[in-house]
Nanobody
Framework: VQLVESGGGLVESGGSLRLSCTAS????????ANWYRQAPGQPRVWIARQSNGGRTEYADAVRGRFTISRHNAEGTVDLQMNRLKPEDTAVYYCHFFDWVGLKSYEYWGQGTQVTVSS
């Protein structure tokens, strides 16, 4: 599965952005769709996930401001980001985790830059 993120850019503090991750095929059976981010000089950290059953989870830093949504037939996973803060500035990555039999698979996109100005 190839993943391509889009929707990043420059936004003022308090603003909103919507990121999209487009997969090369439909994603009904993909177990977990995740978003991660990596700020300059920092490790990559997980921020949101949605299972193929629809369950969502969020990191404390984004809960209540970000919303992840899967569109399985279209093969897309969106991240709606509201009330953005300068500390949300990072490269945002889409990530899929899946199981096939006893083997696990992971897929990463190339990332999209989000910059929040104060």
């Amino acid at each position: 599965v190839q993943l391509v993120e889009s929707g990043g850019g420059l936004v003022e503090s308090g603003g909103s952005l919507r990121l999209s991750c487009t997969a090369s095929r439909r994603i009904d059976q993909i177990y977990l769709a995740n978003w991660y981010r990596q700020a300059p000089g920092q490790p990559r950290v997980w921020i949101a996930r949605q299972s193929n059953g629809g369950r969502t989870e969020y990191a404390d830093a984004v809960r209540g401001r970000f919303t992840i949504s899967r569109h399985n037939a279209e093969g897309t996973v969106d991240l709606q980001m509201n009330r953005l803060k300068p500390e949300d500035t990072a490269v945002y990555y889409c990530h899929f985790f899946d199981w096939v039999g006893l083997k696990s698979y992971e897929y990463w996109g190339q990332g999209t830059q989000v910059t929040v100005s104060s």
